[in-house]
């Protein structure tokens, strides 16, 4: 009886914390830091200090980053950095999914917020230090993309290269110069990079006066919605159904298909944008997804 009654109450007990990274960030989406820190605080005293805790607990930092509360944004970071080191101690970073993202947030949020406060070479070091650090691991190409937002940014664009070509082919790597030129990177599994292209495809036409161009870097993952293990010709045939399915409106972009624009680039995160200027300068660095009103805003900075 004993037994049952412990094992029921080691059972609740699990059951109650399975969530708390969502607990966090419920109550971080009501800008309830109290709300959030008590729920850690709760979690820490029952589980102690582990991979899902510290998760959670960079939510902290990256809410109070959101807010550009920085002095609070940096403390969170730094704290969620120091946990992190501890646990690797005892672990590898990729033996379990949470850690990699604890610690990989912590970088992003301590770096932007020291180039925020006008430290961007020391954001710059920073990141670069913990790139040597963790290449080869999960969080490599979130620490590139932090560093290009952070050095891209005013320098000439990377030329890019291509195994292959879908639609139109470049004439050359850097074909781009003295047009002002859109780079939208995207994925055949993404949904909000198909959500971007028919905002793309309108801001195409709207700027087509001003030689505006659009050119679509892709990659391989290796595998299709209908197919896990999917040879480099099967996944080609998926990604050039997918394009003319949810891409109708740029059949004409060139779409070079190549791992290494996207390692260059940093562009962990689909869609990435990044706007270059008819110098070939990157003038906006962009992970995520745009709305149509700000898009517009960055190409009219490029095209005056």
Known sequence: ????????????????????????????????????????????GQQGVNPEYLEAYSWLGRQALQQRDYDRAAAYAKQTKTLALEQLKQRK????????????????????????????????????????????????????????LLSLQGNTAPALKADRYLGATMAAPDQWKGSPTLLFFWAHWCGDCKGEAPIIARLRTEFSNTGFKVIGPTRLYGY???????????ELQYIEAVRRRFYSGLL??????????????????????VLLD????????????????????????VTR
């Open 1 to 44: 009886m004993r037994f049952r009654v412990l094992l029921v109450t080691v059972l609740l007990t699990a059951s109650a914390w399975a969530g708390i990274v969502d607990d966090v960030r419920t109550a971080l989406d009501q800008n309830n830091f109290s709300a959030a820190e008590a729920a850690l605080s709760t979690y820490r």
């Open 93 to 148: 970073l990729d033996a379990e999914p949470h850690l990699p993202v604890a610690l990989g947030a912590a970088y992003e949020v301590e770096s932007q917020t020291m180039a925020a406060k006008g430290q961007r070479t020391q954001a710059v070091a920073l990141l670069q230090a913990a790139l040597a650090k963790y290449e080869n691991t999960s969080i490599e190409a979130r620490l590139r993309k932090n560093l290009n």
């Open 224 to 234: 299709t919605a209908r197919i896990e293990h999917a040879s480099p010709s099967d």
């Open 252 to 273: 004409d972009m060139p779409v070079p298909v190549s791992t290494y624009n996207f390692d260059t680039y940093g562009a962990s995160t689909t869609p990435t944008l």
């Open 278 to 301: 008819r110098a070939g300068r990157v003038a906006w660095y962009h992970p995520g997804a745009v709305p149509y009103g700000e898009l517009r805003s960055e190409i009219e900075k």
